[in-house]
């Protein structure tokens, strides 16, 4: 049995609030949900295009409950990133905000048919005439979390996602008792983790669509009482300009974080303001392509190991690989991180002819990240495989490079080619660069001709607070 066919069970539990304190027992969520979804026809595929509310959640669990496979797609998509989308994947149903642009557009045109408006959603049936086959075992459908434009989806099964909810509520402690607020999208699969984990276990989710830094999420969290909630390293350089250690917040039981590398110096800093307000920070590493988690770092080893992701969720495990796929045994040793589990996902699809097929990872994703292991078995990131480059005959890594500005105070991402490393910053003052110039140089050991130096607006970041590095010039 899936766990969002068995949450019947918690009946009169609390399961949901709303930004607007609006509250439902599981009894009455399921009502909603099945509602709903009770007209569709299963195994067809279903356009959600959601936000961080009520509605979202209810058709969310209810394509699931119903066997309808959604798409998560956040709200705020670029319009021809979606058509794109919906050209080649012609879903059955879309279901989105009744005044989302995209879809004004389209049921102007008569490509839709309204089946049902549902508070400030409404379920359409479309025009796509072709019907065509799903694999059996497939539920759910999510962007890579670096998705800028591509179509590429990550196929999920029914079993992905009972494994890594189940993972997850244990390595955790997660109980009835506890409450998550929502912080990051709900079409990312981080904040998709933290539903399904929190839902397996019968606790209650606040559905919150605002920001960390405006005022209202922080009223809305002391009107709720979270005991918990999650963020991306980006979420945690805010908390640390909004003085997250001063706030007075007496409910949370512990953080999490993941969705990129957090530096040694922010999780040391972070796990000593926990540690005096009496909570956990729990640093996790994973990937949309398994899920969500692959890793955890145990509070009691959060001091001792700051800087490392820690070890494999229960029913995983790890491996390094060299250059030449050969397994290194030794500690210390950088090699590509290999994870085996469960919660390996089916595979991509580009396309909805892509849909029907099976499982082609076998539980075995080899995972582009380049780690190491230390002599207790914690594992530590090095980079992205592909996120270096030749200086000279050198490999330099550019997310080590990142950090190394990171402390001298600067604000960059870098890129380029090879013997050509390109700085981005925000920075305008010519002496800032100067000086960024001057740093790497000597630091690195490179020609000052070898860097250069861009003055860009603004950071490109993806929903989740991921550098987008593709949006750079």
């Not at 956990?280 to 992701?309: C, F, N």
């Not at 396309?351 to 190491?372: F, N």
């Amino acid at each position: 049995m899936n766990f969002y066919t068995d949450l019947d069970k918690y009946g009169k539990n609390l399961a949901v609030i709303t930004d607007k304190g609006e509250q439902l027992t599981y009894d009455a969520f399921l009502f909603e949900c099945d509602n709903l979804m009770g007209s569709l026809i299963s195994r067809r595929l279903l356009f959600l295009v959601c936000n961080n509310s009520l509605e979202s959640l209810v058709a969310y669990i209810g394509a699931l409950r119903k066997g309808v496979v959604p798409v998560m797609i956040n709200a705020g998509v670029d319009s021809q990133l979606y058509k794109h989308l919906y050209e080649q994947y012609k879903p059955s149903y879309v279901y989105a905000p009744r005044d989302w642009e995209a879809i004004v557009e389209d049921v102007e045109t008569e490509q839709f048919k309204k089946l049902e408006d549902y508070r400030t959603f409404t379920l359409y049936a479309t025009d796509c005439a072709e019907e065509y086959e799903l694999y059996p075992e497939l539920a759910l459908l999510l962007t890579t979390s670096g998705s800028t434009g591509s179509p590429k989806l990550v196929r999920q099964s029914y079993k992905n996602i009972d494994a890594n909810a189940d993972s997850i509520a244990k390595y955790l402690g997660i109980v009835s008792s506890d409450r998550a607020i929502t912080t990051m999208p709900m079409s990312y699969t981080y904040c998709l983790s933290i539903i399904n984990s929190h839902l397996l276990m019968g606790a209650s989710l606040v559905m919150s669509d605002y920001s960390i830094i405006q005022r209202e999420f922080w009223t809305l969290f002391k009107e709720s009482e979270p005991t918990t909630f999650g963020g991306v390293p980006y979420i945690y350089e805010q908390l640390k300009k909004l003085r997250f250690g001063r706030m007075n917040l007496p409910s949370l039981r512990y953080i999490t974080q993941a969705g990129g590398k957090l530096s040694k110096e922010m999780a040391e800093e972070f796990n000593e303001i926990c540690e005096k307000k009496g909570i956990q920070l729990i640093v996790m590493y994973g990937q949309t392509e398994a899920t969500a988690r692959m890793a955890y770092l145990p509070w009691d080893h959060a001091k001792e190991k700051a800087g490392s992701m820690g070890i494999a969720i229960p029913g995983g495990e790890f491996s390094l690989i060299d250059v030449d796929e050969k397994a290194i045994d030794e500690p210390e040793i950088v090699g590509e991180l290999v994870y085996r589990g469960p919660n390996v996902t089916l595979g991509y699809a580009e396309g909805y002819k892509d849909l029907k097929l099976g499982d082609e990872r076998q539980g075995v994703l080899v995972t582009g990240d380049m780690a190491k292991r230390d002599k207790d078995g914690f594992y530590y990131i090095v980079g992205r495989k592909k996120r270096f480059l030749k200086m000279y005959g050198n490999r330099v890594n550019l997310d080590e490079v990142e950090g190394l500005l990171k402390k001298e105070g600067y604000e960059c991402v870098c890129a380029g080619v090879d013997d050509n490393m390109k700085i981005y910053t925000t920075a305008v003052a010519d002496e800032a660069h100067k000086n960024i110039i001057g740093f790497l140089s000597k630091t690195l050991g490179f020609v000052q001709r070898s860097f250069q130096v861009t003055v860009i607006d603004e950071i490109p970041r993806n929903e989740s607070g991921k550098v987008l590095y593709s949006a750079l010039n």
